[in-house]
């Protein structure tokens, strides 16, 4: 139990430092990225993690097998593609294939989202909402990261991710922004923040208000009759 507490914490932090190294490698920069060796070893690590939860959770699993094929993205997803590549074409690797590599390594953001949440969830309705919040607040997040990665170099109207920030949470907000995407990841994130605005505003707008009836019905309670 204590071993597997530890694994957790160690994932948290593995996931955290991910979606750090991929902040450094892309804000400074108005070009799409070249990743550094630092990132490399970065993700190497963290997927080494993943991997070593996957494999611990679905040893503990009461159906291994089952739990393998319900949760192979997470294996998919925790696999070191570009250090292998990079392993065996000396780094040379073509367009294209940086193309997919680009996609496995946003996918692998959202990944480390998941995480992060599965760690934060448990029973009590605060972790819950603390669960939320933080789910809001780190894919709104990423989705700023993917959409400077992709814009920033094409995109006229982008300055900066301070800009690219911004856009997202007006997006996610639903109010909208007057920076518009010209690339199809770009506009893809475009629709996709908005739904999230309107699938999560609610849950905080219904959390908030049973928080004030149960204060009501506590005081009720507690009034002398």
Same mark, same amino acid.
């Given at each position: 139990?204590?071993?597997?507490?530890?694994?957790?914490? +160690?994932? *948290?932090?593995?996931?955290?430092?991910?979606?750090?190294?991929?902040?450094?490698?892309?804000?400074?920069?108005?070009?799409?990225?070249?990743?550094?060796?630092?990132? +490399?070893?970065?993700?190497?690590?963290?997927?080494?993690?993943?991997?070593?939860?996957?494999?611990?959770?679905?040893?503990?699993?009461?159906?291994?097998?089952?739990?393998?094929?319900?949760?192979?993205?997470?294996?998919?997803?925790?696999?070191?593609?570009?250090? /292998?590549?990079?392993?065996?074409?000396?780094?040379?690797?073509?367009?294209?294939?940086?193309?997919? +590599?680009?996609?496995?390594? *946003?996918?692998?953001?959202?990944?480390?989202?998941?995480?992060?949440?599965?760690?934060?969830?448990?029973?009590?309705?605060?972790? *819950?909402?603390?669960?939320? /919040?933080?789910? *809001?607040?780190?894919?709104?997040? /990423?989705?700023?990261?993917?959409?400077?990665?992709?814009? =920033?170099?094409?995109?006229?109207?982008?300055?900066?991710?301070?800009?690219?920030?911004?856009?997202?949470?007006?997006?996610?907000?639903?109010?909208?922004?007057?920076?518009?995407?010209?690339?199809?990841?770009?506009?893809?994130?475009?629709?996709?923040?908005?739904?999230?605005?309107? =699938?999560?505003?609610? /849950?905080?707008?219904?959390?908030?208000?049973?928080?004030?009836?149960?204060?009501?019905?506590?005081?009720?309670?507690?009034?002398?009759?």
């Amino acid at each position: 139990m204590i071993a597997s507490n530890r694994l957790n914490t +160690l994932t *948290l932090l593995a996931s955290i430092a991910l979606i750090v190294a991929l902040s450094m490698e892309i804000i400074p920069s108005k070009e799409y990225v070249v990743f550094s060796s630092g990132y +490399l070893t970065t993700t190497l690590i963290v997927c080494l993690i993943y991997m070593a939860d996957f494999f611990v959770r679905m040893s503990a699993a009461n159906y291994p097998l089952r739990y393998f094929w319900r949760n192979i993205v997470v294996l998919l997803l925790s696999i070191p593609y570009q250090n /292998i590549l990079y392993w065996t074409t000396g780094g040379h690797v073509s367009h294209d294939v940086s193309l997919i +590599l680009s996609g496995v390594i *946003l996918l692998r953001a959202f990944l480390a989202l998941y995480m992060i949440v599965r760690w934060l969830v448990g029973g009590s309705i605060n972790r *819950l909402f603390t669960a939320y /919040i933080i789910t *809001l607040v780190v894919f709104t997040y /990423i989705s700023a990261l993917i959409f400077y990665e992709y814009e =920033a170099p094409v995109n006229t109207h982008l300055h900066g991710f301070g800009n690219a920030l911004w856009w997202a949470w007006m997006n996610v907000t639903t109010v909208g922004a007057a920076i518009f995407p010209v690339t199809a990841i770009g506009k893809v994130v475009c629709v996709l923040l908005p739904m999230l605005g309107m =699938a999560m505003f609610p /849950i905080f707008t219904v959390y908030v208000t049973n928080l004030y009836n149960a204060g009501l019905t506590k005081r009720k309670e507690q009034s002398p009759q």
